[in-house]
């Protein structure tokens, strides 16, 4: 497929003095991804240096471990090597940001948090485009699809014409599915880490199994065995331009709450991993009533990790899902699906002794129809 015809991606700046403010931000996040090399090696010359102050015999013990220490450094190379490939010429990916000055002499030294992100990112590209995350992405992003073409069967409506948004689209893959069904799906991502990674599969990925990432390089420990911590993993599976003719998918950059305003324009929004993103879930909720048309759906799968609970210059609620069904309730959903223990994980290393796993919550909301709406009006008024 012609990148002319696929999707574009965009970055909303509400108003003129925020354009420093994104540059700069743009800046560190590119900083982040360059730095990474430096970063990475630093922790393994740490272990290298320590190993060498150990008793002789020791050492000696040690070997397939120093050998294994090598490998790692290949590793970091590597995954290295593909950064520089994702964030090749990545101004190109926004419709409304100009080229930055060279990066090298003006970005600054990257925060920690930062440079964890990256890590996290190359993760993502194993839970969304390859086949050793089929299984995370049967389990979290399944569910949700099969309910649209349930609620939105293509035997019976234009399936073109259902428009549905993906917020926290992360990599992409949950919209690419539902757009790949033949409905006009738009992602919606704030992390630029994301964004950059994800423009990289959706926009330049032409083939399948092109490139190899070490998502566990950086995992020192719950190794059971070393070729574990260096093993690579390729992507994408499947090759990201076959999206069927006059296919309407699109990315938006962007926090949620200030991209989309406009009242009654989806017909369906689903979620997975995204509610707890908010400071305020209550207002992630009240957005998503609002932009979804009358007798619009919501589709939701997840947990409540709430990802702003424990930074300390962040303000932050965080109710139980028994407060949160509360709220979704009272702005005016009706609950027409509701299932708890849904056993699901997040960009799981498959091998490690040490697994984490979520009980999440899967349901689905429905904003009333408008006869309902003035049926419910009738009966306050008399």
Known sequence: ??????????????????????????????????????????????????????????????????????????????????????????????????????????????????????????????????????????????????????????????????RVLVPGAGLGRLAYEIARRGYSCQGNEFSLFMLIASNFVLNRCRGTHLHTVFPWVHQYVNNLEAAHQTEGISFPDINPADLPPNTH??????????????????????????????????????????????????????????????ILDENSIEPSYEVVREVILGVGFKMEKEETNVRTTYAQNPVSMLHYEYKSVFFVCRKPALEEDNHLAGMIMS
């Open 1 to 162: 497929m012609d990148d002319s015809k696929y999707t574009k991606y965009k970055t909303v700046i509400k108003q003129e003095e925020d354009e420093e403010e994104e540059r700069q931000h743009f800046l560190r996040i590119i900083s982040a991804f360059n730095f990474y090399r430096t970063h990475s090696l630093q922790r393994v010359a740490k272990t290298e240096s320590y190993l060498l102050s150990l008793p002789e015999h020791h050492q000696k013990l040690l070997k397939n471990y120093r050998r294994h220490l090598r490998e790692i450094r290949l590793c970091i190379e590597k995954n290295d090597y593909l950064i520089k490939q994702i964030t090749r010429n990545v101004t190109n990916m926004f419709e409304n940001v100009e080229s930055p000055e060279p990066m090298k002499s003006m970005s600054p030294l990257p925060a920690v948090s930062d440079l964890e992100k990256v890590q996290a990112t190359l993760k993502q590209f194993v839970r969304d485009w390859s086949e050793e995350g089929a299984h995370e992405r049967n389990s979290c992003y399944q569910p949700i699809i099969e309910e649209i073409i349930t609620n939105f069967p293509p035997d019976m409506c234009l399936s073109q014409d259902v």
């Open 249 to 310: 998918f699109s990315m938006a950059a962007g926090d949620f709450l200030e991209v989309y305003t406009e009242k009654e324009e989806w017909d369906c929004v689903a979620t997975c991993f995204f509610i707890d993103c908010a400071n305020n879930v209550v207002a992630f909720i009240e957005t998503i009533y609002n932009i979804l048309k009358p007798g619009g759906l919501w589709i939701n799968l997840g947990p409540l990790l709430y990802h702003f609970s424990d």
